[in-house]
């Protein structure tokens, strides 16, 4: 306005009209700039800035969304990051069904769900355009060299070297371990029952179930560290890190926020995660002296592992010396040496690797057991004709026994393909992948096989009632044994589950010594069938169980 006045004051003066006018206009111009500046402070920058970028988030989630199906608007930056915090299996199951191929994008991160049969496998065997990623922050609990995250060659090479820790041998000599910790935990569960029916007096066995998952979780936690590091770890360490590792699970959402904020989820994740780091890398430090000594024998997989370093080094020592060594005497893996904290990164991935999908499947197999009372039945009848005088007898079972146990094993594959407890895989994209004609999948994109549409496939699970129903028959007088191509519960491709053979036999082996000793009794709720994802599944009630001791009939 001032501006617009001082013009007119020109007029006053004696300069020609043409003058005037080109005075005026600059004079106006100048004022339309000031009046510009004049308004400009840091918050409308800001404010401008922040448009853009949400311009940009949008049109780049636009860009790499193509024709896949997905929301067609993102919440600007975050995305359906506040979903993904308390995750629901019914939208995963509904994302999972929409479409082959569908998409979301949570903060920076571009992620592709790749639902059916075959989409989920061309992308695990797509080695030279993906590498397994777990999930973001995992590379920071795991730590980033860590073996998990090798790609090609190199992940070859070290898994190679991992292979002798889990032949039909070494899973022979984890054995008695693993029966021994069964044994202690199965009579703290009807310890813990026999209190509980005391305290509610008057309740049966049937009413007086104890929310159980957390105490399956510790069992399967302690199965886990005494096949992995035998007595190294004591048993209140071992409960230590069971109850550690809840925080390690919950810091384990598919998209975390990018940085590590104290106090957060991530955080106490990251705690937990670096004390078990240090507690392996102690049990490797014991487990390299003890093994020296004479006569020692390999108890777990930490001890055949190390036993396994030494005789490699004696080999080069050998080959060093000039000696010509037989080709039966050079190990089946000449190792290098690891350091303590190497072993301890690997032993951990191990832990990593079972502890929630161990727990998610022996959830399942205790509700669905003690629910189907026939299929209990014929485990029963089963093992007691394998194991003779031996049924029911702690340490008793050998390799042999189970590899007999054909409907133990129906009931455990069938546990596991009805109620996968590993339903997505995140890999990350290395360089543009053309998964269909249609659709490239960006460079630095997360690209998830999931695994349920394939297990739950009519087409390959069809018999028995269909797919979405528990009938372990199908394996012993179905076809489910043929559908190699849908049984997807392991992975497939250049990573798929190392301890795949080990995570089904000891599975088999708990449901074989639990029926055989105790009966279980499961309260039904209106949840019972309801799936909870914590990392993996579990039923939505925690599992109320109480446990008797059996009498045998
Ligand atoms: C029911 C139990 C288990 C299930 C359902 C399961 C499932 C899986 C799946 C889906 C993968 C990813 C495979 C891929 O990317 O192709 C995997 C990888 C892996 N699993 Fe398991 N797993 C189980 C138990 C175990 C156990 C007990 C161990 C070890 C003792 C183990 C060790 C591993 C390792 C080390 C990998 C990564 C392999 C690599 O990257 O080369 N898993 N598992």
Known sequence: ?????????????????????????????????????????????????????????????????????????????????????????????????SAPLSCVSVFHIFVIMGSTRDVARQIFNAPAYVKPCVVEVASKLLRPENWVFLDGKAHVEYRKGLNGLFTRQ?????????????????????????????????????????????????????????????????????????????????????????I?????????????????????????????????????????????WILQMMESEQYRQRIERGESVPSEEKPAQVLRGFTDFEISMTLFTFLFASQDATSSACSWLLQLLADRPDALEKVRAEGNQIMGDRYGKYGAVQIDDLDNMAYTRAVVKETLRYRPPVTMVPYKVKKPFPITPEYTAPKGSMIIPSLWRSLHDNEAYGSHGGADEWAPERWIEGDAEEQGKNWLVFGTGPHYCLGQTYAVMNL?????LLSANFDMHHTVTDRSEEIRVFATLFPMDDLLLSFTRRVAA
Request: hydrophobic residues 40%; positive net charge; charged residues 20%.
């Open 1 to 97: 306005m001032a501006s617009i006045m001082e013009a007119f004051n020109a007029s006053t003066t004696n300069l020609p009209s043409a003058t005037l006018d080109r005075l005026v206009g600059a004079k106006a111009q100048t004022g339309f700039l000031s009046n510009i500046t004049n308004g400009v402070n840091i918050w409308s920058v800001l404010f401008t800035l922040l448009a853009a970028a949400v311009v940009y988030d949008q049109i780049a989630y636009w860009r790499n969304k193509g024709v896949l199906s997905g929301p067609a608007w993102k919440m600007p930056f975050i995305g359906p990051f506040l979903q993904s915090v308390d995750p629901k299996f019914e939208a995963y199951h509904k994302q999972w069904m």
């Open 170 to 258: 070494a899973l022979t000599g984890y054995l008695p371990g693993q029966q021994e910790v069964y044994e202690q935990y199965f009579e703290s569960f009807f310890q813990s029952s026999e209190k509980a029916r005391k305290e509610k007096s008057g309740a049966g066995p049937d009413k007086g179930g104890e929310k159980s998952v957390y105490i399956l979780r510790e069992l399967m936690c302690a199965l886990s560290c005494r096949t992995f590091v035998g007595h190294y770890m004591s048993h209140s360490q071992v409960k230590e890190i069971a109850d550690d590792y809840y925080n390690i699970t919950a810091a384990m959402e598919l998209v975390n926020f990018p």
């Open 260 to 304: 590590i904020i104290p106090f957060t989820k991530t955080w106490y994740g990251k705690k937990a995660a670096d004390k078990v780091l240090e507690a392996f890398a102690s049990c490797a430090a014991k487990a390299k002296i003890r093994m020296k000594s004479s006569g020692a024998k390999a108890e777990c997989i930490l001890d055949r």
């Open 508 to 512: 088999m082996l708990m449901i074989h």
